[in-house]
């Protein structure tokens, strides 16, 4: 988790400097090379946070086809976490809570750098123990949980305090 901070600055400069609308063409009919469109074929990971300001913007479609990449290209956990979200709450696309709950799972059990995975481990957690796009296991849920606990994710460790006692 030692690079989030870095992270959210490289964030919040996308937001100072972000780029024009896909939606933004030129006389020719081509987009701007400065649009979140022209990141989804970029080979380049900082690409992935490009995903995040689309879809903060409401470029939907540029954000997934930026995740997906991303998830494919580089195996980022960082957008597991951020395509899962847009498929839990169908913004953009429709809902599915179990394509999410997957990328999640996905996510969880990948070992990222970054500390990402412990995030996913949280959230793949608590989908499992609600039953949120999978049959509901406490055990396994508890067993999730704890592990992101004791990587540092202090939701996870909140989370587990707040489950009735067996």
């Given at each position: 988790m030692k690079y989030i901070p870095t992270v959210i600055a490289a964030i919040s400069l996308l937001f100072t400097i972000r780029p024009v609308s896909a939606q933004h063409e030129d006389d020719s009919g081509n987009t701007s090379e400065l649009s979140y469109e022209s990141f989804v074929g970029s080979t380049k990971p900082i690409k992935c946070l490009y995903g995040y300001a689309a879809e903060k913007v409401g470029d939907h479609d540029a954000a997934i086809?930026?995740?997906?990449?991303?998830?494919?290209?580089?195996?980022?956990?960082?957008?597991?976490?951020?395509?899962?979200?847009?498929?839990?709450?169908?913004?953009?696309?429709?809902?599915?809570?179990?394509?999410?709950?997957?990328?999640?799972?996905?996510?969880?059990?990948?070992?990222?750098?970054?500390?990402?995975?412990?995030?996913?481990?949280?959230?793949?957690?608590?989908?499992?123990?609600?039953?949120?796009?999978?049959?509901?296991?406490?055990?396994?849920?508890?067993?999730?949980?704890?592990?992101?606990?004791?990587?540092?994710?202090?939701?996870?460790?909140?989370?587990l305090s707040s489950l009735p006692s067996s």
């Open positions: 086809a930026i995740f997906e990449d991303c998830i494919e290209r580089f195996n980022s956990v960082y957008s597991m976490i951020w395509l899962a979200q847009i498929y839990d709450t169908g913004v953009g696309v429709p809902r599915d809570e179990k394509k999410a709950t997957a990328l999640l799972k996905r996510g969880a059990m990948t070992n990222d750098e970054a500390g990402y995975s412990a995030l996913a481990q949280y959230h793949y957690g608590v989908a499992l123990i609600e039953g949120k796009g999978t049959r509901a296991d406490h055990s396994a849920g508890v067993a999730w949980l704890t592990k992101a606990s004791e990587a540092g994710v202090q939701e996870a460790t909140d989370y």
